[in-house]
Structures are given as C-alpha cells and as structure tokens.
C-alpha cells in the first residue's frame, strides 16, 4: 500500500499539472479572440499575430509599433508597413493551427454562418482573382471541390460527387469567385507550411553547414602547399551559396495557372 505522503505528493501533483491545463486552456482561448487596436497592443516585439484590415485578415509581424504585413521571409522592410488595422489575434501563425474562420464583431459572424447554411465558400480571406477572370461571377461546368477541416485548413482532392472525409466540410465553389477565394486561402496556408518546414530545415542544416565552412577555412589556413590552400578555397566558393532549404512551392488550379503562365 502506498504510504500517506506518497498519496499527498500525488495529489498535489495532480492539483498542480490541473492548475497548468486551466491556464494553458486560457491562454489559448485569449490568442483565439479578436482585439480591437484602440484597446491594447500587443506586448512583445516581432510578435507574429493576425489582423483584420479593410474587411479581409492578414498575417502580419508586429515590431516596434508597426504593423508588417508577411511578405513570405523573416526580414522586417518598410515597405511592407501596413496601416487601417482595426483588430489582431495574438495567435503565432507560423506555429499554431489555429486559423480564424471570420472576422470581429456579431456582423462578421452572422456572415459566415449564413454562408455556411447556404452551402456557399465560407472564406473571409483577401480576393486576389487574376483580371482577366472579369469580375467572377461566371458559372463553373466542372466545379472546384474544396474540404475544410476543424483548424481551418483548406485541401483539395475529391470530386464533387463524394462524401467529405470525417473531420471536413466539404466546400463545392459554384463560380470563378468562390474558386479563387478558397485557392488563395490554400496558398497562404501552404506558405506558413513551408515557412515552418524551411526555418526547422536552417536551424539543422543551416548549423551543418556552419560546421563544415569553419573546419574547411581551418583546413585552408593550415594548409601544407598552395595546391591544397586553393583547393579549400575552391570547395568554400562552391558551397557558399548552397542553401537547399531555400526554395518556394505554390499550389494553383489548373485554369488560373495556365492564366498565370505557369
């Protein structure tokens, strides 16, 4: 049988990693509710959050009282400084799954549910459809099919004819409109996607490489003759620009990348 102070430290244990649940609980609700900018701020610096600018959201940094929206690298430039923001969410986009499906306030929800009744896309992200697809309201034949899950993340994959996967809703775009907007919206989560898989890949290989060039400039400073010196030298010019994890991908439909060129 245990003893009564084994039985306590338990209990008290378990009160504690309670304690730490509740609070990680809050925390995570706080970083999923809008806040309205003549509120608060947000507190730290290069702070990645989400906005609500001009009636569409935006992934932004936040930096020394600026709003920067995300340009797809790490490096803060000013023209990239964005104003009009009415609201943020604390949420880190680059690591959370979290993705809000609405903007603030009773209007933009009531909005979103309504659309989700009406079978409609169910999307507030920024239009950004090619011009030469008028002003998209034209009809579809063949219908993109878009599933969305529980975080927000929009794939595609089946026809519009089969079930949803459990854990999706099943979006069926009825013209150009709809079709570009849920395309977007999947870009830009590709982008956060790839953004996380680069920076993990600089943080591995990115130290690797450092390794090698600091023993290959001791190689080359060590050198017995001339022939093994340039021979370094050759090697530390070749590799200098050898970033395999820089590299970009975009996923498209087939009609808008034949528009694009692609």
């Known amino acids: 049988m245990p003893s009564t102070d084994r039985i306590q430290t ?42 609500w600018r001009e009636d569409h959201i935006e992934l932004c940094w936040f930096s020394k009282g600026k709003w920067y929206t995300y340009n797809g690298s790490f490096f803060l430039e000013e023209k990239d400084v964005i104003d009009g923001v009415s609201h943020w969410l604390g949420t880190d986009w680059m690591h959370s799954k979290y993705s809000p499906s609405y903007g603030p306030g009773i209007k933009n929800f009531l909005r979103y549910y309504w659309h989700r009744l009406t079978d409609k896309a169910s999307d507030v ?7 030469s697809w008028s002003k998209g309201n034209a009809q579809l034949s063949q219908k993109p099919t878009f599933y ?15 079930p949803a996967p459990r854990g999706f ?24 996607e790839h953004g996380k ?18 023993n290959a400039h001791n190689l080359m400073a060590n050198a017995r003759n001339q022939v093994n010196r340039d021979f370094m030298e050759a090697a530390l010019a070749r590799n200098a620009e050898h970033r395999p994890w820089e590299y970009s991908r975009e996923s498209y439909l087939h009609s808008e990348g034949h528009e694009s060129g692609h």
């Open 169 to 192: 809703q099943k979006i069926v775009c009825n013209n150009v409109f709809e079709a570009e907007k849920l395309s977007e919206l999947q870009r830009r989560q590709e982008r956060i």
């Open 197 to 214: 898989i680069k920076e993990d890949r600089e943080q591995i290989e990115g130290a690797a490489q450092k390794a090698w060039r600091s």
């Open 10 to 51: 338990l209990q008290a244990e378990l009160a504690a990693l309670k304690r730490e649940s509740k609070e990680q609980a809050i925390a995570a609700k706080k970083e999923q509710q809008w806040v309205s900018v003549k509120k608060r701020l947000p507190e730290n610096e290069d702070q990645r959050v989400i906005v």
């Open 125 to 131: 992200a920024y239009d950004l459809r090619p011009k």
């Open 148 to 162: 969305q899950d529980r975080y927000g993340k929009v794939v595609t994959g089946l026809p519009e004819d089969r």
